[in-house]
């Protein structure tokens, strides 16, 4: 709040609750994510590109913000409710050079959009206001807030007098509009603030209106905390900073440090503006406390975006986190302990410690992070509803290849598990994901024929394209005879029909491999077992073998189609043994080429031909190595 002259009776009240062992609005419990007060540095609480960068969240990303810090709001006719459900309508507003521009009237509008777009208009960090509304009147974690918290709300024309807040600035939208304009004004310096000068020596005084309390010379580092004193002009002193979560004693002043311990614990570092620092080399950190850890791939980097942007802070500054490791996608929520995976922005949650192993994990590599942090990303699905449309590869979840209900149609090549799931995943990999799936399809045996059959019942881990592979038929075909729109929507028990004539289909014939491609080695002798390789799933296995999912799960004694693990001994009684793909033979000369199909990987053809991924990747001009369309064409040399 903007003080000139400090209120005696403001003083006496904090005695009073020191003395009473009460703690003050603005104080809180100790969070998980705990600011190191040794870290507060008066001449620079807030860097200035932290400070007047505006647009580092949008409207959508402080509302999450906002429904994160109050899970319910305590229900109030006297009040006007909390401040993630507040709405008003705001009116037009002319701006003033060095203050804000101006704003269009708005009706019905959320605290969210009206904190955006005063960010927008007066170039002030929505962050900076979040944390200052929380600093002046608690609003940002009060269940049942008063009506003049949100009259008062930035604390602007409301000095430390005995007549209090002007009426003039009074309401929600004029307080943040004026009071933002009030901190961009005095980085003015045509302005009439400018006794505040970076550079120079300054002194700051421990408690209003009680010179006994003494005061603090520093260097002032910057304008943006030269603004944070000309609005609060007072400097904690060591009792103060000594318990960062409570009251000090009856000199202590609580407005900047708790500034500074909000901001830290809910976006990051104040001098770098968040939780992903750089220095001046290229490697970016996730920051969690007072530790960092290394972002080891653009595409977790990319992921991690609603916790930036990436702040560039001096390597000094830096080198004050302890670097641990590098950062997992894998990821701990410090206030529940629960588990999740990070993906394109989201959360993807994991049931328990034996489903993150399923999907090749471990537990005891997870990152655990704040609470703030954690809520910053988007709730995604469960990690379950993606299995069997995607796999881990290289510590990141790319989509199952399969192939389109239109042949000329590719596959999309941007996994993203938030789109509506099917019913029933497609392509199945292993439950147990490898980094180096191989395939298993173009160099499989023919399977066995199956009976005639115009019908079929769909089981969990089947997917319309391997339905159609197994009975000779299309999945254009199986669409049309099913009335079926989306081939991704089918569901275990559905009964399909096999032709739209009612003719039953030919029993399916080994697929054509690609010229040139990989010999398809001679049947071995029958065999009652079969070993899981990285890439298999139970319906690749049924029809490679001539059987179906549902006997195998059945002879196996398995519950659930997608859980089978790699090294797993599968019985396959009564069925035509295939043998492990050979390596690739030729009769006409070295294989130079091959057709990308349905279920292959990079690594697996790499694999399979006796080469690398990095060499198939430098050969074809591929970047990304999760990224390969059915029907592409790749030089093996």
């Given at each position: ?9 403001s003083?006496?009240?904090?005695a ?25 540095n ?6 200035d ?13 402080i509302?999450?913000f ?22 008003l ?7 003033t050079a ?7 009237a ?15 208009a ?11 509304l ?17 009259e008062?709300?930035?604390?602007m ?19 943040l509009?004026?009071g ?5 004004w005095?980085?003015?310096p ?6 505040l ?7 700051r005084?421990?408690?209003?209106n ?11 580092e ?9 609005y ?11 318990n ?10 609580y407005?900047?440090r ?7 614990d809910w ?13 001046d ?29 990436v ?13 641990v490791?590098d950062?997992?996608a894998?990821?701990r929520?410090?206030?529940d302990?629960?588990y ?7 959360r ?39 299995d ?25 090549s ?13 392509a199945?990999?292993?439950?147990t ?8 399809t ?15 019942t ?24 099913n009335?079926i ?10 009964v399909?029909k ?7 289909p030919a ?8 010229t ?5 080695p ?7 077992t ?57 009769t ?6 091959y057709?990308?199909v ?7 053809i ?5 080469t ?6 430098a ?5 990304n ?13």
């Open positions: 709040m903007i003080k000139t002259v400090g209120k005696v009776w003083m006496l009240l904090i009073a609750i020191s003395a009473v062992g009460i703690v003050a609005l603005e104080a809180e419990s100790t969070p998980a994510e705990a600011a190191n007060a040794a870290w507060f008066p001449g620079q609480i807030i860097s590109s932290a400070f007047y960068t505006s647009g580092t969240m949008s409207a959508v990303d509302q999450r906002l429904n994160g810090k109050v899970a319910a709001c305590r229900a109030d006719p006297t009040r006007p409710g909390c401040l993630k459900d507040y709405r309508s705001t009116p037009a507003v002319t701006g060095g203050r804000c521009a101006s704003l269009p708005k009706t019905n509008v959320s605290a969210a959009e009206i904190i955006y777009d005063v960010s927008i007066c170039g002030i960090s929505p962050k900076v206001l979040l944390v200052k929380q600093k002046e009147q608690g609003l940002v974690t009060s269940t049942n807030p008063s009506a003049r918290a949100y008062f709300a930035l604390g024309d409301c000095p430390d007098t005995p007549a209090g807040c002007s009426v003039a600035s009074a309401g929600f939208f004029w307080q509009y004026k933002a304009g009030q901190l961009q005095y980085s003015n045509a302005g009439s603030f400018t006794w000068r970076p550079g120079a020596t300054i002194s005084p421990y408690q209003a009680n010179p006994g309390c003494g005061a603090q010379s520093f260097v002032l910057n304008k943006a905390t030269a603004a944070l004193y000309y609060t002009p007072y400097v904690p002193n060591q009792t103060a900073l000594g960062l979560y409570g009251v000090g004693d009856v000199c202590s002043a407005g900047n708790n500034f500074f311990r909000d901001y830290t976006f990051g570092s104040p001098i770098g503006g968040s939780f992903l620092l750089k220095g080399a290229a490697d970016v950190f996730m920051i969690v406390n007072e530790t960092k850890f290394r972002i080891p791939t653009p595409e977790l980097l990319t992921s991690l975006a609603p916790l930036g942007p702040g560039t802070v001096s390597n000094a500054h830096l080198d004050r986190y302890t670097t490791s950062m997992s894998l990821a929520n410090a206030v302990g629960s999740f995976f990070i993906h394109n922005s989201q993807l949650a994991f049931a328990n410690c034996d489903e993150v192993a399923a999907w090749g994990l471990n537990c005891a590599s997870a990152v655990t992070m704040t609470g703030s942090q954690v809520s910053a990303l988007v709730a995604g699905e469960a990690m379950s509803a993606l069997g449309r995607f796999v881990l590869e290289n510590g990141a979840l790319r989509a199952v290849t399969t192939p389109s209900p239109d042949p000329s149609a590719s596959p999309s941007t996994p993203d598990p938030s789109a509506s799931p099917s019913a029933t995943p497609t199945t990999p292993s439950a994901p490898s980094p180096t799936p191989t395939p298993t173009s160099a499989s045996p023919a399977p066995a024929a199956p009976a005639p059959v115009s019908t079929y769909v089981v969990r881990g089947d997917s319309l394209s391997g339905i159609a592979s197994r009975f000779g038929t299309t999945t254009r075909n199986l669409m049309s005879a009335g729109t989306n081939a991704n929507m089918i569901r275990a028990g559905q399909l096999l032709s739209a004539n009612g003719v039953t029993a399916p014939a080994a697929p054509a491999p690609t040139p491609a990989p010999a398809t001679a049947p071995a002798a029958p065999a009652t079969y070993k899981v390789a990285p890439g298999d799933s139970l319906s690749g296995i049924a029809a490679r073998f001539g059987t179906t999912t549902r006997n195998l799960m059945s002879i196996n004694g398995i519950a659930d189609a997608n859980r089978i693990r790699i090294g797993q001994v599968l019985t396959i009684a009564g069925a035509a043994a295939a043998a492990a793909p050979a390596a690739p033979a030729s006409s000369g070295p294989t130079t080429s057709k990308v349905a279920g292959d990987t990079l690594s697996g790499a694999s399979r031909f006796g690398t991924s990095r060499n198939l990747m050969l074809n001009g591929i970047t190595a999760n990224f390969l369309r059915i029907g592409q064409v790749l030089r093996l040399s």
